[in-house]
């Protein structure tokens, strides 16, 4: 029997990770499967990716897939800063990092905060489940007002939504799916890797354990019930022929990504233009206000500038640069001085 190979003849078996040791059932597993899929047929060598993630049960994930790529694992909340050292170092990786409500929207909400604002160059996937999984089911701060766990009181604080926070600051790429939702995760997945600059794609993952039942507002029945999905999106790789993507019927609109590859839109809401900020806002709102949840790219922008293209890094990636290129020569420092000197 032939095996299937992707555009750089490798087969998926090499995109993939070790056996999960979370819950039977758990989003998060749906999720890992999806990137593992994203990454094959973008055709991406998995030397070439770098996984990054922080502490909870989402920040397990990457053990279970690309199991040949680079991985780091830090401490809680720190795994945009950790993120953004090796990216500077070597920004010839793909970089994906995996974090949780927990991991992004608490302790290291600075630090996303702080990654989005420069840019960072990466996928930052948020597996976002409202609870606290691994310290038995607290509710996080992204869990919505009147969210019920099967055990505990009702949650009466205000949550955070991570897609309203990064849309504020000016995220270049910003969405929000399901864990049950392959098609879509898939497509904004790949789109994210192709997308030059922060892409934040949060992704709500119900916790099988402490936060599936009825009551809760990110159970497994209560978001298919109450998703409100601005379009169906199918992402096309810049390398692979239009006529072998399967069209939907339907009206399209085509996003040229910074690479050259396009995202396509069937809009099911034609009043959501995804280069609209304030537009995407709204979407937020009107679906919180109706407690339904909004999936879709909510906002793409290709026009700003990188991390490293801000800093003017050299082509050459710091990591490869030889002693002589980074060491300035004596009549070299001479000059800086007296320039500095006036």
Known sequence: MSIKLNVIDLPKDDYKGGPSSLCPGCGHDQISNVIIQAAWENGIQPEKIAKMSGIGCSSKTPAYFLGKSHGFNTVHGRMPSVTTGANLINKDLTYIGVSGDGDSASIGIGQFIHAIRRNLNMVYIIE???????????YSATAEVGSKKKKGEINMSQPIDLCAVALNLGCTFVARSFSGAKKQLKAL??????????????????????????????????????????????????????????????????????????IRLETIDDTHDPSDLVAALAALHRAEEGQKHVTGLLYFNPNVETTEEQLNLSDTALLNLKENQLRPSKESLIEIIKNKRG
């Not at 976002?128 to 607290?138: A, E, F, I, R």
């Not at 999106?233 to 050259?260: C, K, S, W």
């Open 189 to 262: 997945i790949k789109a994210g890797l192709s997308h030059k600059g922060m892409a934040v794609i949060d992704v709500i993952s119900p916790c099988v354990t402490f936060n599936n039942n009825d009551e809760s507002l990110r159970s497994f029945g209560y978001v298919r019930g109450n998703s409100n999905e601005l379009h169906v999106i199918d992402y096309i790789p810049q390398r692979e022929p239009v006529q072998e993507v399967e069209i939907p019927a339907g009206n399209y609109r085509d996003i040229t990504l910074h690479d050259g590859s396009t």
């Open 128 to 138: 976002n489940n409202g609870v606290y999984g691994l310290t038995k089911g607290q």
